[in-house]
């Protein structure tokens, strides 16, 4: 069983659409969640942490659900630059853990 | 932040040899690692690079394979040996500052 498992899409929304990502984790001992953004032939790059209070930065709002072990990631009023691959990550334990990432949900806005 | 550079961006080596990638910091830090993405897949650790001594592996990578040198608290190099066409891959170098951030990437062709 994989340890982080994302739908891979491609999802395409026309642009302003809202549109749901999820994603499962299997290690009930993971402590920290992350949604990640990663570019054709870039580095990912931290879009925003997840809390189990739940999160909102601008049109992005995560959830995280630690006796589903499930994280969502929520895109309001979607935009073109919005395309990209999201990346589903968990780690066991604060900055000292590397980080497990799920194969990423690709998402294309159509204009 | 952190602001991280990688040598060589990329590179076309044949089976058989060996690279070794650079990984500069702007900052001192502790925790660096590095990570595979190999074609259409996502991230996966390979170590953990630590300063003063023996770096700590995953399951699925060795020492001998993928040698690793910490001299300082900015600097960490990646060794690919013995080089086969399955080690074409995109090898990224990571740190831990206040979140995990992760260099542009070192894109591996091996023929």
């Known amino acids: 069983r994989k340890e982080v498992e994302q739908d891979p899409g491609p999802f395409n929304v026309p642009e302003g659409a809202t549109v749901a990502f999820n994603c499962t984790y299997s290690n009930s001992a993971s402590q920290s969640f992350f949604w990640y953004r990663q570019d054709c032939r870039k580095e990912p790059k931290l879009l925003m942490s997840v809390y189990s209070s739940g999160n909102e930065d601008g049109r992005f709002t995560a959830q995280l659900n630690r006796a589903s072990q499930y994280i969502s990631l929520l895109i309001r009023d979607s935009k073109l630059s919005d395309s990209a691959t999201y990346l589903c990550v968990v780690s066991q334990g604060g900055g000292a853990d590397g980080l497990t990432f799920g194969k990423g949900t690709h998402l294309i806005i159509q204009p | 932040s952190a602001v991280i550079s990688q040598k060589p961006s990329r590179d076309i080596c044949q089976r058989g040899t060996s690279l070794t990638i650079q990984c500069q910091v702007d900052s001192q830090v502790t925790m660096m690692f590095w990570y595979r993405q190999q074609p259409g897949q996502s991230l996966t650790l390979i170590a953990t690079a630590n300063q003063g001594s023996e770096a700590t592996y995953e399951s699925g990578f060795v020492i001998d394979k993928f040698p690793i040198s910490r001299p300082n608290l900015t600097f960490s190099t990646l060794t690919v040996s013995n080089m086969s066409p399955e080690d074409s891959s995109i090898y990224l170098c990571?740190?831990?500052?206040?979140?995990?951030?992760f260099g542009p990437g070192t894109r591996l062709l091996v023929l």
């Open positions: 990571s740190v831990t500052k206040e979140t995990q951030y």
